[in-house]
């Protein structure tokens, strides 16, 4: 079964600082990966997905996040932390075959400091 | 082009009471999946469905139900509702399976 783990379930950095938030995931065959951010009370926003082909995809927002195979993993980052880019984020993994639907980690809710 | 609407955005219920949520795809999409979002388990994938059909069920007792109609629109249902049901729910459209999920702004369900 499909599994995703978000290091920290809590992230805070200042304002202009590099934002990294962790993923990885246990999987058979790469699958897709997705990342989300939510909002207080609201519903979950698709910042940048991977699928196939370049591994570094660029998202919304100026957020970017590579697949790296070996590491299993898909790590969110953003050069430099706004204050409204505070909000929860969460990793998502959808199998490569089948039907089964996405697949969320806990989620990392990312503060910054001013 | 129009999100993920779902309706009401808020909702109160009493311990017993069942609850019928709503939820209405991006023009053009099947698949239509429901999330329950609490404090202590996070994002619980409850059910999809495709082209009205339940594809996938998560791990919620049968008080949980859904269904989807012709026009892809989608309802949930909870019966003999009971504190523990208080969440967020979302609903997620996708045009085809495993693609990338749209989400509504959600249901807030609080259970009194």
């Known amino acids: 079964a499909q599994s995703v783990t978000q290091l920290g379930s809590h992230v805070s950095v200042s304002e202009g600082a590099l934002v990294l938030l962790r993923c990885n995931y246990s999987s058979s065959v790469p699958p897709y990966l997705f990342w989300y951010v939510q909002y207080p009370n609201q519903g979950l926003q698709l910042l940048l997905k991977?699928?196939?082909?370049?591994?570094l995809v660029k998202g919304i927002n100026g957020f970017e996040a590579e697949f790296k195979k070996s590491e299993t993993s898909f790590h969110l980052t953003k050069p430099s932390a706004h204050m409204s880019d505070a909000a929860e984020y969460f990793c998502a993994v959808s199998p490569n075959s089948g039907n089964t639907p996405l697949v969320f980690g806990k989620g990392t809710r990312l503060s910054v400091i001013a | 082009k129009a999100g993920v609407t779902q309706t009401p955005r808020y909702l109160i219920k009493t311990r017993g009471q069942q609850v019928t949520l709503s939820c209405s795809p991006i023009s053009g999409h099947r698949s239509v999946s429901w999330y329950q979002q609490t404090p202590g388990q996070g994002l619980q994938f409850l059910f999809e469905?495709?082209?009205?059909?339940?594809?996938n069920k998560g791990n919620f007792p049968g008080r949980f139900s859904g269904r989807q109609f012709s026009n892809s629109r989608s309802e949930m249902n909870v019966s003999t509702l009971e504190l523990g049901d208080s969440a967020l729910y979302l609903c997620?459209?996708?045009?085809?399976?495993?693609?990338?999920?749209?989400f509504g702004q959600g249901t807030r369900l609080t259970v009194v």
């Open positions: 469905y495709f082209s009205e059909t339940q594809r």
């Open positions: 991977y699928t196939t082909g370049a591994t």
């Open positions: 997620a459209s996708s045009p085809v399976v495993r693609t990338e999920a749209f």
